[in-house]
């Protein structure tokens, strides 16, 4: 079975992840998962991350429950972003190394 965009763009952010040496997991969705919670959940360098992976050209389709669990994790001193490639998780990254 093939892949469609957005679990393509997920394997290419995970693959980024792996390289710079940062733990991720993916929470699971369904009934009992919380609505809205990012679909990449990490640490890098001390810094707790989120991406919420979306097909390329769709990186502002995120949903209400989507924005709010992102603005959250912005407040609390965490990185939550959307991305549609896995340039977004690079600078992501490359951001998070600046800032340190």
């Not at 990449?40 to 389709?61: D, H, Q, S």
């Not at 972003?81 to 990254?93: F, G, N, P, S």
């Not at 951001?95 to 340190?100: G, K, P, T, V």
């Amino acid at each position: 079975m093939s892949k469609g965009p957005e679990a393509k763009v997920k394997d290419k952010i995970k693959e980024v992840l792996k390289g710079a040496g940062a733990y991720y997991c993916m929470p699971a969705a369904g009934p009992y998962g919380q609505q809205g919670v990012p679909d990449i959940l990490g640490c890098y360098r001390g810094v707790f991350f989120a991406v919420e992976a979306k097909a390329p050209g769709k990186k502002y389709n995120v949903t209400a429950n989507q924005q709010n669990h992102l603005d959250r994790i912005n407040e609390a001193g965490g990185w939550g972003i959307v991305a549609d490639c896995d340039e977004d998780a690079i600078q992501m990254l490359k951001e998070i190394d600046d800032a340190r």
